[in-house]
């Protein structure tokens, strides 16, 4: 039985992933804030819940302790905001700014860094975080989006540190961009649903190799300009 851990997963595409890897027969290390919420409890299937603030990389590091031993193919890193307040030039909020990297780009690292011994264990051995095409410094056409472009700039960067520094362990290491998704926080606007948006990067995930290891993929399987 494969087993996958993801971030994030009380709602949005977080819980979607969940529903899935859930009906394909997968353990799920399902991570959450509020891990007692109703549509996460009634997902059915092999699902362990955990109470996980992203931003606390104590608790990060205490659950890692606690499910030690526990073979992990595929780590997720999904949880992530916004940072609305530190948008647009002239208006941007500091400490919104510090927090949007602190969930976007450190807690996806400390993460990685926690359960990497897990993952270097299991048959799959891939570290998946969400990332987004505005975090693409080639394709920034239209600015602003200050404080989560960057953030999600830092997380690319980062894991494609990740990806070298763990390539002689056997590890995949990716980032995905989900597309513009209607979830709360890519509104009802966005044209990419959210099972839409799950079957292509799922199917992405499914077929990682070696090869893809460092790589910016959209959920259709396309490379991003970085």
């Not at 709602?11 to 353990?27: D, M, Q, S």
């Not at 990740?162 to 990716?174: H, W």
């Not at 948006?197 to 970085?226: C, K």
């Amino acid at each position: 039985m494969p087993t996958i851990l993801l971030t994030g997963a009380s709602r949005g595409l977080g819980i979607e992933f969940v529903k899935h890897y859930a009906a394909a027969g997968w353990r799920v290390h399902a991570c959450a804030r509020d891990a007692d919420t109703a549509p996460l409890k009634a997902v059915k299937g092999d699902v362990r819940r955990h109470t996980l603030d992203v931003a606390d990389f104590a608790a990060t590091t205490k659950l890692a302790s606690s499910l030690k031993g526990e073979v992990i193919d595929v780590l997720l890193a999904n949880a992530g905001v916004a940072g609305r307040e530190a948008t647009d030039l002239g208006r941007i909020d500091a400490d919104v700014w510090l927090e949007t990297f602190r969930i976007n780009a450190l807690a996806p690292v400390k993460l990685a860094e926690a359960f990497v011994d897990h993952v270097a264990a299991s048959q799959r051995k891939a570290m998946v975080a969400i990332s987004s095409r505005l975090g693409s410094i080639g394709l920034n056409h239209e600015g602003g989006r200050y404080a989560y472009r960057a953030s999600k700039a830092a997380l690319n960067m980062a894991w494609k540190s990740l990806a070298t520094d763990t390539k002689a362990r056997g590890l995949t290491c990716v980032v995905l961009h989900p597309g513009w998704v209607s979830t709360d926080m890519g509104g009802a606007q966005a044209p990419v649903t959210p099972p839409v948006s799950i079957a292509g990067m799922t199917r992405v995930i499914e077929g990682l190799t070696p090869a893809d290891n460092g790589g910016f993929i959209n959920y259709g399987g396309a490379r991003f300009e970085w």
